[in-house]
């Protein structure tokens, strides 16, 4: 089995993952540090694992590094929420809209530069 994980590298690794907490929920695992810097760290949602690395420790080529996370979220107020607030500080490549499997999709490139396709499916 192979599980894919995002791995999404920011300036100031310390504030960015409280913003996405704030955002997300979840908790967080801090994995590294040098001094008061966090260089890694992971944010646990929902059963699902996202990595978040600094500047410093990943020496990432472009901002965004051209890497999308899709995120499947299971209620439609998370969905319009989680989607506010990306949008509210980043770019909204696409407006949310009805998808054709009686859902919701979206696509926002948050204030650091990382795109989501954000999702909801209705039962």
């Given at each position: 089995m192979m599980i894919a994980i995002p791995f999404i590298v920011v300036e100031n690794c310390k504030d960015e993952i409280k913003y996405y907490q704030s955002v997300l929920g979840g908790?967080?695992?801090?994995?590294?540090?040098?001094?008061?810097?966090?260089?890694?760290?992971?944010?646990?949602?929902?059963?699902?694992?996202?990595?978040?690395a600094d500047t410093q420790a990943?020496?990432?080529?472009?901002?965004?590094?051209?890497?999308?996370v899709f995120l499947r979220i299971e209620t439609e107020e998370a969905f319009?929420?989680?989607?506010?607030?990306f949008a509210?500080?980043?770019?909204?490549?696409?407006?949310?809209?009805?998808?054709?499997?009686?859902?919701?999709?979206?696509?926002v490139t948050d204030r650091n530069g990382v795109c989501?396709?954000?999702?909801?499916?209705?039962?």
């Open positions: 908790e967080i695992a801090i994995l590294r540090k040098q001094g008061e810097e966090l260089l890694n760290a992971d944010l646990y949602v929902e059963g699902a694992t996202l990595k978040f990943a020496k990432p080529v472009l901002k965004g590094d051209y890497v999308r319009r929420r989680t989607y506010e607030e509210a500080g980043g770019t909204i490549n696409s407006e949310m809209y009805e998808a054709p499997f009686n859902g919701l999709l979206a696509i989501w396709v954000l999702s909801y499916y209705r039962t």
